[in-house]
């Protein structure tokens, strides 16, 4: 389980997510997917992109679609996400575009 | 008497069922010939028919693909895969392959399912043809969860043979990946482990094994005390391939015993120095022989050697790089023969670990033997021989049969 911190937003009552805490949040599961010590140098920012510049494979993938589930909850539909993607659009899928959905899908 | 024509790509892992097949097929009197690339040709046995399909592809034009896909993962190696190498070579290899099928009038053509030009020929021809799945990655519906992706690559299929000449409505049809007459999966149920994802019949036979040339020497002497564990990672020439062969250096170090790294020797010296004194480096191994003398197998997931491991009873641990690797690591763990572990960021500890649970844990070795089981009952070549038998006197049967 991903650890909550008793002031994360998007708890029951609590004030809504925003871009920037959501970023904070998906680079902190990615850190703890890859390991912090491999994101040594490697800033996570909206244009981050997963297959280029963190170089994740497909088991990372994984486990951090099942981080994102359990920090965000089943309204974030990950696999649903990707299911509706083309080839180009796997290889190119950025941190930004993963946060921009976790977004629509907590603010819908 | 039969005449069989086997139609391959060069991928070693692709030709040696294949041969193992063709010398039972020979056995039995039937006649048997291969195409493909000149590369293939030291991996058939002496003597072996070979009809030459793209001259021009040599040694040094499939090391260049290697060594541009050696950075891919994922969804950029697919990619890399059907536009910058199946399909090239099906382009490049068609018009000689139609040229064997017109010389050797076989009864039935053997498409591997990554030579497509096998599969678009023998169709265009009215020959019989059937599939070799010398991968289960194909079998288990590998885009379900990605339909678009899937849509692609039955585009570029189609895309190929309409500008190979077929008409548009011929290539629509079907699937060149797919026999529907049958396809040959040279692994088994048990290890595939979960429901076939297939439109045509597909008959499992177990790896086939044997039947191959001789391999190169290795200096028996140097073995020591057990436990023994072989490293092969195929060709890997990249920085994460550096690490790997660190990493695995350092934790083999530590395991004590007696192991065999296969990989260039210059490659290991230049990631790692000098590797410890209990690890041999060979760039090439009698893998076969060896096997009788491991307790374990280190792999990226290659499906012969994954498969040729299970047949000896030893258990895994697998990092798959990329295509086919993710998947057949994890029928593996799927069927409890082993451990899979991360690739580009593998750390000594952790491989340590995964190394130490498949020597230890009595499960993995357990599941391993179970699986060499299922192979032993498939049958291996000869059941895929009689399977081709039985296609070949259908086809006789009935000599104006169309499409397969």
């Keep these: 389980m991903a650890a909550h911190t008793d002031t994360a937003p998007g708890q029951a009552g609590e004030a809504a997510w925003t871009q920037d805490a959501i970023l904070a949040a998906v680079a902190t599961l990615v850190g703890e997917v890859i390991g912090e010590d491999y994101l040594e140098g490697i800033p996570i920012t909206m244009a981050t992109s997963f297959a280029d510049d963190i170089e994740m494979e497909s088991i990372e993938f994984v486990a951090l679609a099942e981080r994102v589930r359990e920090r965000f909850g089943d309204k974030v539909d990950f696999i649903g996400w990707l299911a509706e993607m083309e080839l180009d659009e796997i290889m190119g899928l950025t941190v930004g575009q993963l946060v921009g959905m976790i977004l629509a899908c907590l603010t819908s | 008497m039969a005449r069989i024509l086997f139609v391959v790509p060069p991928l070693a ?164 990946r797919f026999s529907d007459e049958l396809v040959i999966a040279f692994t088994t149920a048990e290890l595939v482990g979960v429901p076939v994802h297939a439109p045509s019949p597909v008959a499992f036979v177990g790896p086939a094994i044997g039947g191959r040339p001789d391999g190169p020497d290795f200096p028996w002497e140097q073995l020591g005390p057990h436990p023994r564990v072989m490293v092969s990672l195929g060709t890997v020439n990249d920085a994460a391939g550096s690490r790997f062969y660190a990493a695995a250096c350092e934790a083999l170090g530590a395991l004590g015993g007696s192991h065999v790294l296969v990989a260039p020797p210059d490659d290991v010296a230049a990631s790692t120095g000098m590797p410890p004194a209990n690890v041999v480096v060979r760039p090439r ?51 409890g023969a082993g451990v899979r572990v991360r690739f580009g960021r593998i750390r000594p500890a952790e491989l340590h670990a995964a190394l130490a ?34 296609v070949a006197a259908k086809a006789h049967g009935a000599p104006l049969a169309q499409e397969g």
């Excluded at chain 2, 692709?14 to 039972?24: K, L």
């Excluded at chain 2, 339909?147 to 008409?167: E, F, I, N, T, Y």
């Excluded at chain 2, 191994?285 to 990226?300: F, I, K, N, W």
């Excluded at chain 2, 070795?365 to 009952?377: H, Y």
């Design chain 2, 13 to 176: 892992g692709h030709v040696n069922p294949t041969v193992a097949v063709g010398a039972e097929l020979a056995r039995r009197g039937h006649v048997v010939a291969w195409s493909g690339p000149p590369v293939v040709r030291p991996l058939l046995p002496p003597g072996a028919e070979l009809f030459v399909a793209g001259e021009a592809i040599d040694d040094a034009m499939v090391g260049a693909v290697r060594h541009r896909t050696a950075g891919m993962r994922g969804a950029a190696a697919l990619k890399f895969l059907w536009e910058d190498f199946l399909v090239p070579l099906a382009r490049a290899t068609v018009a000689d392959v139609a040229d064997a099928i017109v010389s050797l009038r076989p009864d039935v053509v053997v498409s591997d399912q990554q030579t497509v030009a096998g599969a678009l020929e023998a169709r265009r021809a009215g020959v019989t043809w059937v599939t070799s799945a010398t991968t289960p990655a194909e079998l288990v519906g590998p885009f379900e969860a990605l339909p678009k992706v899937g849509a692609w690559v039955r585009q570029q299929l189609v895309d190929l043979q309409v500008s190979c000449g077929v008409p548009v409505e011929d290539a629509a049809r079907g699937d060149l």
């Design chain 2, 357 to 390: 649970a498949v020597l230890e844990v009595p499960t993995y070795r357990d599941a391993a033997k179970r699986l060499a089981g299922s192979f032993a009952r498939a049958g291996g070549a000869v059941a895929a021989a009689d399977l081709l038998e039985a």
């Design chain 2, 285 to 335: 191994v009698p893998q076969l022989a060896l096997l009788e003398h491991l307790d374990a197998v280190v792999t990226h997931g290659g499906n012969n050697t994954v498969c040729e491991a299970l047949a000896h009873g030893i258990p895994l641990v697998v990092a798959p790089i990329r295509d086919d690797q993710g998947i057949i690591a994890e029928e593996v763990v799927r069927a």
